[in-house]
T-cell receptor, first 111, second 112 residues
Framework: TQLLEQSPQFLSIQEGENLTVYCNSSSVFSSLQWYRQEPGEGPVLLVT?????EVKKLKRLTFQFGDARKDSSLHITAAQPGDTGLYLCAVSNFGNEKLTFGTGTRLTIIP | DADVTQTPRNRITKTGKRIMLECSQTKGHDRMYWYRQDPGLGLRLIYY???????NKGEISDGYSVSRQAQAKFSLSLESAIPNQTALYFCATSGPGYQPQHFGDGTRLSIL
């Protein structure tokens, strides 16, 4: 069974600060997706990464996929209250297109 | 209108009752999924279906059953609800391969 750990579990920072959250897997995966979930809603996709070492940027969010395909990070620059939410990573394995979700990082940006 | 619609949005019921949660989608996707979300445990897959004639168990299928009535409809049943099935339930759809999953807004289910 693949284990997917996200850290930290909770993070509360002031508006304007930078932050990084992490997603680590017990085994190699073929692709990784990051989702954000807001209260009362389902998760919404932010990005998909499929190549080891890949870096993708989405405005103030930078996503990095580890070279060994076992980890990923999400860096937010100059955090804003609208970034508040639950950030989930999810991985799929070669030959198996189901997603396994991490436990999430609950991020709160304080105005 | 939402692409993935779940009904009901909230439900409170008693132990032993049969409950059905429904999901419909307008995205034209073949793949549909049911997850439950518990604090500290993330999203866990209950059942999934890659087309109308395909039903597969996920990691926590015990106590649940599903029906894929059409490409657009996938329902989840709890035959005899128990309190530890209290959770937030999500339906999702996707296309093939690494395409993203599209989630409904969830059903908050409480079993007393």
């Amino acid at each position: 069974t693949q284990l997917l750990e996200q850290s930290p579990q909770f993070l509360s920072i002031q508006e304007g600060e930078n932050l990084t959250v992490y997603c680590n897997s017990s085994s190699v995966f073929s692709s990784l997706q990051w989702y954000r979930q807001e209260p009362g809603e389902g998760p919404v996709l932010l990005v998909t990464v499929v190549t080891g070492g890949e870096v993708k940027k989405l405005k103030r969010l930078t996503f990095q996929f580890g070279d060994a395909r076992k980890d990923s990070s999400l860096h937010i620059t100059a955090a804003q209250p609208g970034d508040t939410g639950l950030y989930l990573c999810a991985v799929s394995n070669f030959g198996n297109e189901k997603l396994t979700f991490g436990t999430g990082t609950r991020l709160t940006i304080i105005p | 209108d939402a692409d993935v619609t779940q009904t009901p949005r909230n439900r409170i019921t008693k132990t032993g009752k049969r409950i059905m949660l429904e999901c419909s989608q307008t995205k034209g996707h073949d793949r549909m999924y049911w997850y439950r979300q518990d604090p500290g445990l993330g999203l866990r897959l209950i059942y999934y279906s890659f087309d109308v004639k395909d039903i597969n168990k996920g990691e926590i299928s015990d106590g649940y059953s599903v029906s894929r009535q059409a490409q657009a409809k996938f329902s989840l049943s709890l035959e005899s609800a128990i309190p530890n099935q209290t959770a937030l339930y999500f339906c999702a759809t996707s296309g093939p391969g690494y395409q993203p999953q599209h989630f409904g807004d969830g059903t908050r289910l409480s079993i007393l």
